[in-house]
Structure formats: C-alpha cells, structure tokens
C-alpha cells in the first residue's frame, strides 16, 4: 500500500509542477507578446484557463490526498467519543458520494456528450472535460487508501 501511495504521491506533484510551470510560461508569454511585440498571441488565453482548470481539478485530488481539503470542522472538532466517529464516517461518505455522483458520473456525461472543440486549440471539448471524472477517481482512489491506512495503523488519523 505504501508503494501505491507513493506512485500516486510523485504523479500528482509532478503533474502539478508541470501545471504551474506551463501556466507561468503561458502567462510570461502573454504579456511578453501584448506588452513588448505588440501583437497578442491568440492561444495563450485558451491554453491558460484549460490549463487552470486541469491544475484546480487535480490540485483538489491531491488536496484530498494530503488531508489539507477545504473542511468546515465545526461540529466535528467539538465532538468526542463515538459521535465524533459517526461524524466523521457520515462526513467521509458524504464526500465520498458527492465525488463519485457529480464528479465521476457527472464528468463522464459531460465529457461524453461534448462535441465541439475550442476555438483556437481545437481541442475537443470531451478532453478538456475528462479532468472531472480523472479527479474524481483520483480522490477516490486517495481517500480509500487513507481510510485503509488509518484501520491498519500505517498512518495517523487527523
């Protein structure tokens, strides 16, 4: 298991510093051709906010991974014992149903039916799309591993 957590682990960084790396270049390059040649490139703008979604999508696959998501912890910092187990299960399976409902089974609808392609890239829209449904697995897969991890005491429950 601790193999697997590591593949995914460098995957998902590596994939985000490319991200990173290609929406700094993209924008360097933007401003470089509006501000210094005069003449904006046409693609950078398409390219970017693509690669600005892909990189939001995943990044919150790996934010799930690493436990640091975005969590109202209201109720659930205040409880002890087993209401705070319940909880936490409702809130896992919670997650866990929203992710599969809308991102996974949402994604692969509005990936499938897709047919258009961007405007400049000519990207088809059914690429771009398929982000949805990859994080989705993603977190999935990332949290089951979590939840294993924790039972069999390889890793610390936050």
Not at 112 to 131: D, G, H
Request: hydrophobic share 55%.
């Amino acid at each position: 298991m601790n193999k697997i957590n590591e593949i995914i682990d460098k995957v998902m960084t590596a994939f985000l510093a490319i991200a990173m790396l290609s929406l700094l270049l993209g924008g360097t390059w933007q401003i470089f051709t509006r501000w210094v040649v005069r003449d904006p490139s046409t693609f950078t703008d398409e390219f970017l906010r693509y690669a600005l979604i892909w990189s939001a999508m995943i990044g919150s696959a790996y934010c799930f991974y690493k436990n640091e998501h975005l969590a109202l912890d209201l109720f659930s910092s205040k409880a002890r014992g087993v209401p705070k187990i319940l909880l936490t299960i409702f809130i896992e399976a919670a997650i866990i149903f929203f992710v599969v409902y809308v991102f996974i089974w949402g994604g692969i609808k509005v990936a499938s039916n897709a047919t258009n392609a961007s405007s400049v890239m000519k990207i088809p829209f059914k690429v771009l799309y398929s982000v949805f449904p990859i994080s989705g697995v993603l977190i999935v897969i990332t949290r089951i591993i979590n939840y294993v991890m924790v039972l069999f005491g390889k890793k610390e429950d936050k």
